[in-house]
C-alpha cells in the first residue's frame, strides 16, 4: 500500500544534479550515459543536463568565440551566450546548494578529497571552455571554483568535466554497488591498490601468488596491504610519507619478564 502511494510521490529523490555547459555537448553526454554513470542516470542517482552554448548566441551567424583584445593569437569564447546558457540553467534548477566549476589548466588540483567535498551539492554546475578559454568577465561574475585535473594541457574542459561529475557521482549513495565500493578501501586511505587476479590460475605460464589461493582470509588480507605499501612506498613517496604520519607504527609489545619467586615477602 505504501508503494504504491510512494510510486506517485511528486518530487523525484534525485541525489545529485550535474549541467555542463559545452559546446560539445555529446561528447560529455556520450562518456556519462556509458557503464556505471549510465546505470546511476538509470536509477535515478544522479542527473546529467549537457547544454550546448552555441544554442543562447544571439549572433546571427551563431557565433560563439571573437579574437583577444589586446591581441595575440587563437579565439576567446564571448560572454553573452555564455551567460544567457548559465541564466536559463538557473531559472530551471531552482534554489539549490550549487557550485559553479570552471575547469581550467590554471584552477586549483581537483583531488580525491574534493570529490568528496563536492558531493554533498545538491547541483554543480561545470562549465567547459574550448579555444583559448573564456571572457575573464563570465568568470568573475558566475565561477564559483576553478578545478584542473591535473598538470597536463588539454582541448578543452569537456574530458575534465565528464571526469568531475564520474569521481564526484562515486561517493553517492547507491551508485556503486557493493562490490564495486569495496576495491575503494585502499586507495581511499591513501595508499594504491594492491594487484588483482582472476582466473586462469596460470596464465602465459605466470602463475597467480600462491597465498591468494589459500584460501587463508587473515593471510590474504595481510597481502594486500603489504603489496599496497611496497607499490606505494616505490611509486608514490609522497602518498606514503603521508600515509605513515597517518598511521604511525605501534610501539612493539614489551616482553612479559616473569616475576621472580622469593622465599620471602617484599620487605
Ligand atoms: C579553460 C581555459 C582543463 C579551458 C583554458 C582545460 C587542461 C585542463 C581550456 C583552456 C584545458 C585541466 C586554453 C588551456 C588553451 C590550453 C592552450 C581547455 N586543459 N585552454 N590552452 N588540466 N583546456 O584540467
Given at each position: 500500500?505504501?508503494?504504491?502511494?510512494?510510486?506517485?510521490?511528486?518530487?523525484?529523490d534525485f541525489s545529485m544534479r550535474f549541467d555542463i555547459l559545452t559546446l560539445f555537448p555529446e561528447m560529455v553526454k556520450t562518456i556519462l550515459d556509458t557503464s556505471i554513470m549510465g546505470r546511476a542516470q538509470s536509477h535515478g542517482k544522479i542527473e546529467v543536463f549537457c547544454h550546448q552554448i552555441r544554442d543562447y548566441s544571439k549572433d546571427k551567424h551563431r557565433k560563439t568565440d571573437d579574437?583577444?583584445?589586446?591581441?595575440?593569437t587563437g579565439l576567446v569564447m564571448t560572454p553573452q551566450p555564455l551567460a544567457d546558457c548559465m541564466d536559463a540553467v538557473l531559472e530551471q534548477s531552482g534554489n539549490r546548494g550549487r557550485r559553479v566549476i570552471y575547469l581550467s589548466p590554471k584552477g586549483a588540483l581537483f583531488t580525491q578529497a574534493k570529490a568528496r567535498e563536492l558531493c554533498q551539492f545538491?547541483?554543480?554546475?561545470?562549465?567547459?571552455?574550448?579555444?583559448?578559454?573564456?571572457?575573464?568577465?563570465?568568470?568573475?561574475?558566475y565561477v564559483d571554483e576553478e578545478l584542473s585535473i591535473g598538470d597536463y594541457v588539454l582541448t578543452g574542459g569537456e574530458l575534465p568535466a565528464a571526469i568531475v561529475v564520474?569521481?564526484?557521482?562515486?561517493?553517492?549513495?547507491?551508485?556503486?554497488?557493493?562490490?564495486d565500493s569495496y576495491q575503494d578501501e585502499s586507495i581511499a586511505?591513501?595508499?594504491?591498490?594492491?594487484?588483482?587476479?582472476?582466473?586462469?590460475?596460470?596464465?602465459?605460464?605466470?602463475?597467480?601468488?600462491?597465498?591468494?589461493l589459500s584460501g587463508h582470509h587473515q593471510n590474504i588480507a595481510k597481502w594486500r596491504h603489504e603489496q599496497s605499501l611496497a607499490l606505494t612506498k616505490e611509486r608514490?613517496?609522497?602518498?606514503?610519507?603521508?600515509?605513515?604520519?597517518?598511521?604511525?607504527?605501534?610501539?612493539p609489545k614489551?616482553?612479559?619478564?616473569?616475576?621472580?619467586?622469593?622465599?620471602?615477602?617484599?620487605?
Open positions: 500500500m505504501w508503494s504504491a502511494v510512494f510510486s506517485f510521490a511528486p518530487f523525484p579574437t583577444p583584445y589586446g591581441g595575440g545538491e547541483q554543480l554546475i561545470l562549465v567547459c571552455g574550448h579555444y583559448e578559454g573564456v571572457d575573464q568577465r563570465f568568470i568573475d561574475e564520474d569521481a564526484v557521482s562515486r561517493h553517492i549513495e547507491g551508485v556503486l554497488k557493493c562490490e586511505s591513501g595508499l594504491l591498490e594492491y594487484p588483482h587476479y582472476t582466473h586462469p590460475d596460470t596464465f602465459h605460464g605466470r602463475t597467480v601468488p600462491d597465498v591468494l608514490r613517496p609522497d602518498l606514503y610519507a603521508a600515509y605513515i604520519l597517518a598511521h604511525p607504527e605501534p610501539p614489551k616482553k612479559r619478564t616473569p616475576k621472580k619467586k622469593t622465599d620471602h615477602a617484599p620487605e
